[in-house]
Nanobody
Framework: QVQLVESGGGLAQAGGSLRLSCAASGRTFSSYVMGWFRQAPGKEREFVATISRSGASTAYADSVKGRFTISRDNAKNTVYLQMNSLKPEDTAVYYC???????????????????WGQGTQVTVSS
């Protein structure tokens, strides 16, 4: 079992930046693939980014590629999402998620992750 706590959300202007953090409990953080998802009002939860256990491999949704960067610090049990060049359409609740070893399914599917944080609101004004 792992508990995930996101922080760093808030209000930003279009073109601005925010950095989200997700702190994980436990001593097995490095065994989890980590992901970020987001959900805007009235919309389904959508994939944003994912990072491998070592941090060597990452993948992004087309909508954020080139603007967002996912990273992790296994010594600090934390995964980050650096968001630059923010757009109003980035407004959503952002969730981090953990995927355990042996879990099957696409990395970009929310159903492929076992643990979720409570979410942090990001609002981008135009």
């Amino acid at each position: 079992q792992v508990q995930l706590v996101e922080s760093g959300g808030g209000l930003a202007q279009a073109g601005g930046s925010l950095r989200l953090s997700c702190a994980a409990s436990g001593r097995t953080f490095s065994s989890y693939v980590m992901g970020w998802f987001r959900q805007a009002p009235g919309k389904e939860r959508e994939f944003v980014a994912t990072i491998s256990r070592s941090g060597a491999s990452t993948a992004y949704a087309d909508s954020v590629k080139g603007r967002f960067t996912i990273s992790r610090d296994n010594a600090k049990n934390t995964v980050y999402l650096q968001m630059n060049s923010l757009k109003p359409e980035d407004t959503a609740v952002y969730y981090c998620a953990a995927r355990t070893i042996g879990t099957l399914g696409p990395m970009a599917s929310s159903g492929s992750y076992n643990y979720w944080g409570q979410g942090t609101q990001v609002t981008v004004s135009s």
